[in-house]
C-alpha cells in the first residue's frame, strides 16, 4: 500500500460543487475536502496544472469560493473504481474565511470519527 504523501488531513464529503474555467463550467461532486486541497469527482476533468475557480456547497453554509489548480487525474475509470474518475486539486487562493470554514469543518469530522458522536447527537 503507497504511503499517504499529503502533509493535511482531509475528511469524506458529498458537497456539490461548480468548476468554472476558461471553455464555461461544469457541475461536480466533492469527494475529499482538506485545508489545501479536494478530490472532485467530474466526468470530464481538467488538464494538470490547469487553473480554476471552485464554488462549493457545503451544508447548511453559504457557498464557498476559492481558486484552484488541477494536481492530480483518475481517468481511467469505471462504476466500481475508487477513487473514481475526477482529479485531485490544490488550492491556490482561499480567503481566511474559507480557509478557517474547512479547517473547523475538518477537525470537527475527524474528532467526529474519532468519538463515533457527532455534534447533534451531543446537543440532543
Not at 28 to 47: H, Q, S, V
Not at 84 to 96: A, D, E, H, K
Request: net charge positive; proline share 6%.
Amino acid at each position: 500500500m503507497e504511503k499517504e504523501r499529503r502533509r493535511h488531513a482531509r475528511v469524506n464529503v458529498d458537497w456539490p460543487a461548480v468548476v468554472q474555467h476558461t471553455y464555461g463550467g461544469m457541475v461536480a461532486e466533492m469527494e475529499n475536502i482538506g485545508t489545501n486541497g479536494a478530490f472532485i469527482r467530474c466526468d470530464k476533468p481538467l488538464r494538470p496544472k490547469e487553473r480554476f475557480k471552485l464554488l462549493m456547497v457545503a451544508p447548511n453554509h453559504s457557498p464557498l469560493s476559492a481558486s484552484a489548480e488541477v494536481a492530480w487525474l483518475q481517468v481511467i475509470c469505471s462504476d466500481k473504481d475508487l477513487p473514481p474518475c475526477g482529479m485531485g486539486i490544490r488550492f491556490t487562493r482561499v480567503s481566511s474565511t474559507v480557509r478557517q470554514f474547512i479547517r473547523g469543518f475538518v477537525a470537527a469530522q475527524k474528532k467526529e470519527k474519532k468519538t463515533g458522536q457527532s455534534m447533534l447527537e451531543k446537543i440532543g
